[in-house]
């Protein structure tokens, strides 16, 4: 019996929009994955924002702009009592040892992933995927994270099949317009 891809993409949904449910579905059909979780953090370590208190609010959000069934909003670093990536990712494995995850992010967080906690260490535990975002096409390919691992970056669609880690992959499809931030000052918020 194979095991089950389940895809992770970590973020604040400050709130969730098309463009988060545009990249999932392209994932989803390329990598063919069981599911994609939707990680909506309680609290981003690199932001000085109080998250915490607005997180029904984007769990909700997330969960109205979903149409797909594979995707599953959650905040399940609030469950896990975990505050970083890696140690998100690592508690997964731990207590789900028969699941490939794949970690889902921006190319805006490749750009400052050398900022995370043990950063290094999260190529060593699943497949990332990063997913090109307006303005940073060059500026995450140039940056620190991408220069350490560049001898380990693959086509989207020979990530499947790889078993051996670092393995990570840029996926520049043309990027959603809409950004959590504009629409926050649209909205006033």
């Keep these: ?5 389940i895809g992770l993409l970590g973020g604040s949904f400050d709130p969730a929009h098309s463009g988060h449910l545009y990249i999932s579905n392209k994932i989803i059909n390329i990598l063919g994955l069981n599911q994609l979780w939707w ?10 924002k109080n998250q915490f208190v607005n997180l029904e609010n984007r769990l ?3 969960y ?9 909003p959650q905040a399940l670093e609030l469950r896990l009592g975990t505050n970083f990536t890696y140690d998100t990712v690592r508690k997964l494995h731990k207590i789900m040892p028969k699941i490939n995850f794949y970690w889902i992010m921006g190319a805006d967080n490749l750009y400052n992933m050398h ?17 090109n975002r307006k303005g940073y096409f060059y500026k995450s390919l140039n940056s620190k994270a991408s220069k ?7 086509n989207i669609r020979e990530m499947k099949y ?10 520049n499809i043309k990027p959603d317009s809409n950004s959590s931030t504009i629409l ?3 909205i006033g918020y």
């Design 1 to 5: 019996m194979s095991k089950s891809n």
């Design 39 to 48: 990680l909506v953090t309680s609290q981003n370590p690199l932001k000085k």
């Design 115 to 131: 900022n995370w906690y043990n950063w290094q260490k999260i190529f060593y535990i699943c497949p990332i995927i990063i997913v």
């Design 184 to 186: 926050r000052k649209n």
């Design 148 to 154: 350490k691992f560049w001898n380990r970056r693959f």
């Design 60 to 62: 909700s959000s997330a």
């Design 64 to 72: 109205l702009i979903n149409n797909n069934f594979k995707i599953k």
């Design 162 to 171: 790889k078993k051996k880690l670092p393995a990570w992959s840029f996926l």
